[in-house]
């Protein structure tokens, strides 16, 4: 993840974060804990949400491989915004605060890393806001499904899946159901695999 930080900005890096493993379910922190530092994904998918009426817990963003998520360590907040639970499992690495203010000082280099991976994560946000906006929910969870899909198979179970598209566990149940019947999707405890992956985009892009 940090491999293209030179040898001295990798040592001290890694003399500051330390590894962190969460079975599927663990939750982080949730809205309103403090802030006690920030993390980095290396394995396994992230949840970042906030509660909200008739979303159960709506998810904001997934964070993946390569991905950093609780950038309020990067400023001066006191308190996180949202919560942050696995979505699968996962191998992360957390670097205390105080240890990440003066990794950032003294290395510019992991400052930059840092302005991109949060650049990345903005990209991501922008793109659910105009999901949200402009597409139906069927072609959401399509979208979500070949997105998070590792070699075709989307590691969530119905309520997950939900939660990430905006909509009731009923509605992404039916639509997966219809889907099953043609042939596009197989359904298995916690898991979707997708079967016809042209027919899932050409819905998703359908305007």
């Known amino acids: 993840m940090l491999q293209g930080l030179s040898l001295e900005a990798r040592q001290e890096a890694l003399k500051v974060f330390r590894p962190l493993r969460l079975r599927r379910g663990a939750v982080l922190f949730a809205p309103g804990d403090p802030v006690d530092g920030g993390y980095l ?25 390569g991905g950093v998520f609780g950038e309020e360590a990067l400023g001066e907040e006191a308190r996180r915004r949202a919560g942050a639970e696995a979505l699968t499992y ?39 806001l105009w999901e949200a906006r402009h597409l139906s929910v069927a072609q959401r969870l399509a979208r979500l499904l070949l997105r998070m899909g590792e070699d075709g198979v989307a590691p969530f179970s119905h309520q997950d899946l939900a939660r ?20 596009w999707v197989d359904l ?5 695999e997708v079967l016809e992956p042209k027919a899932l985009a050409r819905l998703a892009e359908e305007l």
């Open 41 to 65: 994904v290396r394995q396994g998918l992230v949840g970042l949400h906030r509660p909200g009426p008739g979303l159960e817990g709506g998810v904001l963003d997934v964070v993946g491989p």
């Open 90 to 128: 996962a191998e992360l690495y957390f670097a205390p605060r105080e240890g990440l203010a003066a990794l950032r000082a003294r290395f510019a280099e992991i400052e930059a890393f840092f302005l991109q991976a949060l650049y990345g994560r903005l990209c991501s946000l922008e793109e659910r």
């Open 164 to 183: 990430m598209v905006g909509a009731s566990r009923e509605t992404v149940t039916k639509l997966l159901g219809e889907w099953a019947l043609k042939g």
């Open 188 to 192: 298995g405890y916690r898991r979707v």
